[in-house]
């Protein structure tokens, strides 16, 4: 399997993708590693994914290389993306214990009851590319943690950077066979899935996580699957700083070449300072160097996936046949590798591509609407259920909007946000289950009630 760089089209890396025999191989050593990894204490576990944090510190240089090198990501976002996601082994360490301590809920009558949480057992992570240590961390940091075995497979577009997890979660004392990494597309991700897991944990696109969902549906192991989304962004007139909104607006829309999951999809706003919202979101997006992605000002790379431009290309067809006004970016460069400069159309509504599919890319289309009531219509005339923001002064009028959202994760006056002391979940096509927070520690286990006489 070729490993491309898609800033250069070269290849960096040739690996040999796995096999059913080799999946099976793996599987079993799990299955024998995660008996003994249940037994460590909970403090012994953490201990050893803190030094794995450690170790990526010690590492950071490399492995920013690495993802850029793989994905395309500049290198200041590849080092924001692996310095960020340190907060979610922070999170484990003050709150681990507590969440996976036994509870007591019936002390003192005849039947004493009380909860212990056991891990899963053996659990698949299928993985994405966009963002692998934080998509990456929500699932087997906290899995292991919980006393689970892990079969970790990256996405083929993050492999380089899936087996360095692989190796310094080795290092720092998780157990060969407690975590294994397994290499290749989508044709081994099927293995996964006809293999005897305890739990699939999907990070990815609706398509594949609904194949996913009905391939595994007659075992009756949980299903988590954190999806895509079509996330939409409001600009209310009563803002003050409308350059400082539009700024914000554009990088919610454009960092890691808007391909985040919970990236700006779609903006509307409010007619009265849509012209001068327009002007300053355009002159941002301008200002954004777009080039070698080992760079450290460089803000837009290329795509990481070559497959996505004829995506983008389309929408911005089937706009502008509709009437949309292409006012910036939207095209190739005079050198190799996957580039498209980012993309902003106006004059455009919902009967386009654009503003109902998801982009996944450097592109966004800007709406003009003439109340809050149109606003809520649009925004919530999706498949998707993901996040929704709004810009505003005011609390009350946003939260107005935000409540009629049927969304995992609302923001006002912030977007594109993670954190992981609230769960981070989609509803409809954006997804079905929650990681971090408690939440996201407690799906990797199960509850067993204790009826206790004495
Ligand atoms: P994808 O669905 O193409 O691939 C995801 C993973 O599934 C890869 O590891 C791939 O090899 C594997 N896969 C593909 N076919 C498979 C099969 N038949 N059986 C088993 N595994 C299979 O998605 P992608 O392009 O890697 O990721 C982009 C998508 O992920 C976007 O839609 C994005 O919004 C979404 N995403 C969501 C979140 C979130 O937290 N909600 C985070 C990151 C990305």
């Known amino acids: 399997m070729n490993v ?114 056991e891990p899963l057992g053996v659990i698949a992570n299928i993985s994405a590319w966009n963002f692998p240590y934080n998509v990456g961390y929500n699932v087997f940091l906290y899995a292991l943690v919980a006393g689970n075995a892990v079969l970790y497979k990256p996405s083929e577009f993050a492999s380089l950077t899936g087996l360095k997890f692989g190796a310094l979660l080795h290092e720092a004392g998780v157990p060969a066979n407690v975590f294994e990494v397994v290499i290749g597309s989508g044709a081994v991700g099927q293995y996964l899935l006809e293999a005897d897991l305890d739990g699939y944990f999907f990070t990815g696109s609706y398509k594949t996580g609904v194949h996913i969902t009905q391939t595994v549906a007659h075992k009756l192991v949980p299903v988590q699957l954190e999806l895509g989304g079509k996330d939409p962004l409001y600009v209310m007139d009563d803002v003050v700083d409308v350059r400082q909104a539009a700024i914000n607006a554009a990088e919610g829309a454009f960092y890691n070449n808007g391909q985040s999951c919970c990236a700006v999809e779609r903006i509307y706003v409010q007619e009265d300072i849509y012209e001068e919202f327009v002007q300053h979101f355009t002159e941002e997006v301008k200002s954004y160097k777009l080039g070698d992605p080992m760079e450290e000002d460089t803000f837009t790379g290329p795509l990481t996936r070559p ?145 206790w006489r004495g």
């Not at 979610?88 to 909860?115: C, G, Y």
């Not at 290309?313 to 190739?332: C, H, P, R």
């Not at 049927?406 to 981070?424: E, L, M």
């Open 4 to 117: 491309i760089n898609p800033a250069t089209e070269e290849v960096i890396s040739v690996l040999t993708p796995d096999t059913a025999a080799t999946v099976a191989a793996k599987l079993k050593a799990l299955r024998a590693g995660q008996k003994n990894w249940q037994n460590h204490s909970v403090e012994e576990r953490l201990a050893i994914i803190e030094r794995f944090g450690e170790l990526v510190v010690e590492n950071k240089p490399e492995l920013a290389r690495i993802l850029t090198s793989e994905t395309g990501k500049p290198i200041s976002q590849s080092i924001n993306e692996i310095n960020g996601s340190l907060g979610r082994i922070q999170h484990l360490k003050i709150n681990a214990e507590k969440w996976l301590e036994s509870e007591m809920i019936t002390p003192k009558d005849a039947t004493v009851e009380f909860i212990t949480h």
């Open 307 to 451: 497959q996505q431009i004829a995506v983008l290309a389309d929408q911005i067809k089937d706009a502008v046949a509709k009437g949309a006004q292409l006012v910036l970016g939207g095209e190739s460069l005079n050198r190799k590798g996957y580039f498209m400069s980012p993309a902003v159309l106006t004059g455009v509504n919902h009967t386009m591509e654009l503003m109902r599919e998801e982009s996944f890319g450097p592109i966004i289309g800007i709406q003009k609407v003439s109340s809050d009531e149109e606003a809520t219509d649009l925004m919530r005339d999706t498949p998707y259920g993901l996040t929704a923001a709004v810009f505003s002064e005011d609390e009350a009028r946003a939260r107005k909007v935000l409540d009629q959202m049927n969304v995992g994760t609302v923001y006002w006056n912030c977007c594109d946000r993670v954190s992981p002391n609230i769960p981070w979940s989609g509803r409809k096509n954006s997804g079905l289950g929650a990681t971090l927070s408690y939440m996201g520690i407690r799906a990797f286990t199960q509850p067993k009630a204790y009826h």
